[in-house]
T-cell receptor
Framework: DIQMTQSPSTLSASVGDRVTITCRASQSISTWLAWYQQKPGKAPKLLISKASNLENGVPSRFSGSGSGTAFTLTISSLQPDDFATYYC?????????FGPGTKVEIK | QLQLQESGPALVKPSETLSLTCTVSGDSTSRTNYYWGWIRQPPGRGLEWVGSIHYSGTTYYNPSLKSRVITSVDTSKNQFSLILSSVTAADTAVYYCARHNFGADAFDIWGHGTMFTVSS
């Protein structure tokens, strides 16, 4: 099984900060990686698929990059609506799994 | 606008069977490019993919749950369903249904989720 890690597990930041979250895979997954945002009591929302494809309607301050085993989600200027938990999700051989999550908190 | 809505019992006893249904509106469960998936989230924890099904009947399941999971699609009702047998307290979670975009390998539309508790 491919193991996914996310870092940091918690991140404290201020409005306007540039924020970067990292997701690493234990073996190469090409660009089969998605990012989700989840707010308390709500369903996750897909932000980015295939490592860097921004979903329709997602603000351009969100971006994704990476391939192989290392991926990043960047929020260029953190907004009040962005405080949430972020999950990466990978695909490998007809199996899908989520990373452990990164909680972005108000500093 | 595509919407998904989960339905099913909120409480089941240990060793019994969970049965959930997801009703799809604004799209068809017989779309070729999409699967229909189930994801769960135990209280205070992360997300776990349970399984995905295509209207053709092709299914993929989480290996850790495969022996206890069955999914099905009813295109006439535009619904898909999850059956999880021999439940334990570890199966207590919010269960989400979602559209599984196979091309992007991501879950692009989600239901609101339904809390399911295993307790005697």
């Amino acid at each position: 099984d491919i193991q996914m890690t996310q870092s940091p597990s918690t991140l404290s930041a201020s409005v306007g900060d540039r924020v970067t979250i990292t997701c690493r895979a234990s073996q190469s997954i090409s660009t089969w990686l998605a990012w989700y945002q989840q707010k308390p009591g709500k369903a996750p929302k897909l932000l980015i698929s295939k490592a860097s494809n921004l979903e329709n309607g997602v603000p351009s301050r969100f971006s994704g990059s990476g391939s192989g085993t290392a991926f990043t989600l960047t929020i260029s200027s953190l907004q009040p609506d962005d405080f949430a938990t972020y999950y990466c999700q990978h695909y490998n051989t007809y199996s899908w799994a989520f990373g452990p999550g990164t909680k972005v908190e108000i500093k | 606008q595509l919407q998904l809505q989960e339905s099913g019992p909120a409480l089941v006893k240990p060793s019994e069977t969970l049965s959930l249904t997801c009703t799809v509106s604004g799209d068809s469960t017989s779309r070729t490019n999409y699967y229909w998936g189930w994801i769960r989230q135990p209280p205070g924890r992360g997300l776990e993919w349970v399984g995905s099904i295509h209207y053709s009947g092709t299914t993929y399941y989480n290996p850790s749950l495969k022996s206890r999971v069955i999914t099905s699609v009813d295109t006439s009702k535009n619904q898909f369903s999850l059956i999880l047998s021999s439940v334990t307290a570890a199966d207590t979670a919010v269960y989400y249904c979602a559209r599984h975009n196979f091309g992007a390998d991501a879950f692009d539309i989600w239901g609101h989720g339904t809390m399911f508790t295993v307790s005697s």
